[in-house]
Each structure stands twice: as C-alpha cells, then as structure tokens.
C-alpha cells in the first residue's frame, strides 16, 4: 500500500501541475498585456474577447488560414504515415524474403540519424530544382517514419496469429484485402496511437515549415507563434500570444479525446505478449 500511495501522490502532483500551467494559460489568454507584465493571477481578466478580435482581425498574421494549413498538413502527414507504417510493418512480419533483415536493420539504423541531419540536404535538394513552397514536400517525406513503422511491428507480433492470416488466404481472399478487413481492425488500437503521435508531431513542427514555406498565405500556425514572440519590443503584446497558443491547442486536445479510448487500449495490448 506504501507503494501505491506514493505512485498514485507522484502522478496526481504531476496531474496538477499539468492542469495548472494549462489554466494559467487560458487566464493569461483573457489578461491585457500590461496585466501579464505584472505577474502570474489565478484569475481570469476581462480582455479575452479584446484579444481573440485581436488576432482574428490581424489581416498580417491570418490565424484561420494558418489553422486549415496545420491542420491539412498534420491530418494528412499523420493518415499516411500510419498506413504506410502499418503496410510495411506487416508486410516485413509476415513474409519472409532474401533480405528480409537487412532491411529491418536499415530501417531500425535510420532512426539513429537525427531528422534535422537528414532535413539539410532534403532542403538544399529542394531549393536546387525549385520545388518549395508546397504542403506536399512537408507531407510525403513523413511518410518514411522508422519510429512508427517499428512500434507497428512490435504491436504486430504481439497481437496477430499467423493462423488469421492463413485462414483469410484459404477462404480466398487478396493479401490487400486481407490487410484492409483482418489485419487493420485488429492492429486500431496502435493505429489510434501513431495517429496521435504523428499528429501532434506535425501540428507542432516548425522546422521544415518554416524552410519551405515562404508564401504568406501557407504559413502555419508554429510559424505564426514565432513570428509573434520575435517582434519588435513596441508592437510586442503578449494577449494575441496567449491567445493563439490556446488556438494551437485546441486541435490537438480534441485529436486526442476522439482517440484517447483506443490509446489506453493500444498501450495496454501491446504491453502484453500474446
């Protein structure tokens, strides 16, 4: 019981200081910049309607374009990224080929090769041919996620019998079909789960964006942030800044309760062998 009490005390701590700093971020989002300069209050102002018009009016910043940017970039990196991961992952266990640990091996040995590396020459390859400033050039490289692909192959060895597939083939149907209608409803709970951790990635990704895209109007909403945090002193107001972080937020919080059953069952399955 000492033990439980002190795991359970450790995690209800961490439950509130994560609750706290997002509340404190909702209240700094209704506070006047002024107010914010004064400190830290556990009390909501009255200027969040004043600072969402803020940031809705700002015809430089365009928050709504910026969103559908992230969110069509993010919804769509994340789709393909977990079915193609998935299709790689149960096509490398399932079949066995000449060659077969090579490229398991490759794929494990580029996870150890930082993203950023791997970003330079991708850009300069880019820049070289003139095709920047495309949503396409951030999405289709994604799809290449040996983390994802791994997690997927791990989920698939403690969750599918061979003998499912075997019966699948038996009654006749298509090694794609059998992928579609057998494999995927068994493998959901890891799909939801790379889902989000996809998602998240790209909603959050400033990096890559912020080199490629140099059109106004396909910026996205990291790119937004950065741009305001990193203005001029004088034109510097922290409420529009508060206020578009509860923007970015919003998505992912809602991405996350639309799948937050399937990634405690995800969690939990692939935990266990068998």
């Known amino acids: 019981w000492a033990q439980r009490l ?3 005390t450790i995690l209800i701590i961490l439950t509130i200081l994560i609750l706290f700093i997002f509340y404190i971020l909702l209240v700094n989002s209704s506070r006047y910049h002024v107010d914010i300069q004064r400190g830290v209050s556990l009390l909501p102002g009255k200027a969040f309607g004043v600072n969402f018009k803020t940031l809705i009016e700002n ?3 365009k928050i709504t374009t910026a969103m559908g940017n992230s969110f069509f970039i993010a919804f769509t990196t994340a ?4 079915y193609f991961s998935a299709l790689t992952a149960y096509g490398i266990h399932m079949y066995n080929f000449k060659g077969k640990k090579f490229i398991n091996m490759f794929i494990m040995g580029i996870m150890m090769v930082p993203s950023q590396i791997a970003s330079i ?11 920047v400033d495309n949503y396409w050039v951030l999405i289709l490289p994604a799809i290449a996620s040996p983390a994802t692909f791994f997690f997927m192959k791990q989920y698939l060895q403690s969750v599918l019998p061979s003998e499912i597939i075997e019966s699948g083939r ?3 149907a298509s090694e ?6 057998i494999v995927i ?3 959901s709970p890891a799909i939801a789960v790379q889902f ?3 998602f998240v990635a790209s909603w959050n990704n400033l990096f890559m964006p912020n080199l490629i895209l140099t059109t106004q109007s396909k910026r996205t909403v990291p790119i937004i942030i950065s741009q305001l945090t990193s203005s001029s002193p004088e034109r510097f107001d922290m409420g529009p800044v508060y206020m578009i972080m509860v923007f970015a937020i919003v998505p992912m919080l809602v991405v996350y309760l639309i799948f937050s059953q399937k990634i405690i069952k995800g969690v939990t399955l692939g935990s266990v062998k068998g």
């Open 79 to 82: 789709l393909l990224t977990t």
């Open 59 to 61: 015809q430089n910043l």
């Open 6 to 8: 002190f795991v359970y």
């Open 121 to 131: 020459g991708l850009v300069t390859i880019l820049y070289s041919i003139g095709f």
């Open 196 to 198: 989000i951790f996809a």
């Open 176 to 181: 794609i079909s059998i992928f579609h209608r």
């Open 170 to 172: 038996i009654d006749g």
């Open 185 to 187: 409803p068994i493998i």
